[in-house]
């Protein structure tokens, strides 16, 4: 039982360029979401998804899109790099919605040039 | 708009002291509130939660008080340990709601 992974765990971009970043869980887990940790700002939600087929703008969606195709997996794209979203990103999981634990991925460490 | 105010940013106490962080909530129909800790270069992760029935949670040494008329809540550590550092968050949601809201995080060092 994996949890939630996300991939890839780091990578290096340059202004204007883009990349999918994949969380896939194996919880069967409706709820999904996407979180950017920036220092001194604590967690906040950029996308997320209430079911498969379902999409929501959360705090920070500017420059993001995102996809639930399969309810394992929710993917986050960013179409046009710049160094402002240079961050951490986090997926999280949870089974039923917000009153219920979150189950974050590992983490992927972005740097934009 | 709703948001979750946490206190202090960093924090460091000697081994065996308690540590305690405070939160405050703007969403009064917010009904969990979940704390998680983050160790250096892992992923967040639930250590504790309570919902707006209960007043005070414990499990072992942490424990959680929540005061709905004001507002907050406290998590509590007691006899902490070097491996108690880390960065905690908390964090308010509703059932119905479509965002849980951290608080920007503490940063406790336990110093041996």
């Known amino acids: 039982n994996a949890g939630v992974t996300q991939t890839p765990k780091f990578r290096v971009l340059k202004t204007g360029q883009s990349m999918t970043l994949l969380c896939a869980q194996d919880?069967?887990?409706?709820?999904m979401y996407w979180y950017r940790q920036d220092p001194g700002m604590g967690l906040r939600l950029i996308h997320y998804s209430v079911g498969e087929g379902t999409t929501a703008k959360g705090e920070v969606p500017d420059g993001y899109n995102v996809s639930r195709l399969k309810k394992q997996n929710f993917l986050l794209g960013l179409e046009s790099a710049a160094p402002s979203q240079t961050s951490v990103y986090f997926c999280?999981?949870?089974?039923?919605?917000?009153?219920?634990?979150?189950?974050f991925g590992q983490g992927t460490r972005l740097t934009v040039v | 708009g709703e948001n979750v105010e946490q206190h202090p940013s960093t924090l460091s106490v000697q081994e065996g002291d308690s540590a305690v962080i405070k939160c405050t909530y703007s969403d009064s129909a917010s009904n969990y509130f979940p704390w998680y800790k983050q160790e250096l270069g892992k992923r967040p992760q639930l250590i504790i939660d309570?919902?707006?029935?209960?007043g005070e949670k414990k499990d072992q040494r942490i424990a959680v008080t929540l005061n709905k008329t004001a507002k907050h809540f406290s998590l509590h550590i007691t006899e902490t340990q070097p491996e108690d550092s880390a960065v905690y968050f908390c964090?308010?949601?509703?059932?119905?709601?479509?965002?849980?809201?951290f608080g920007a995080g503490t940063r406790l060092f336990v110093k041996a």
């Open positions: 999280a999981s949870s089974l039923t919605g917000l009153d219920t634990e979150a189950f």
């Open positions: 309570i919902r707006s029935n209960v």
């Open positions: 919880m069967n887990h409706e709820y």
């Open positions: 964090a308010a949601s509703r059932r119905g709601g479509f965002k849980t809201i």
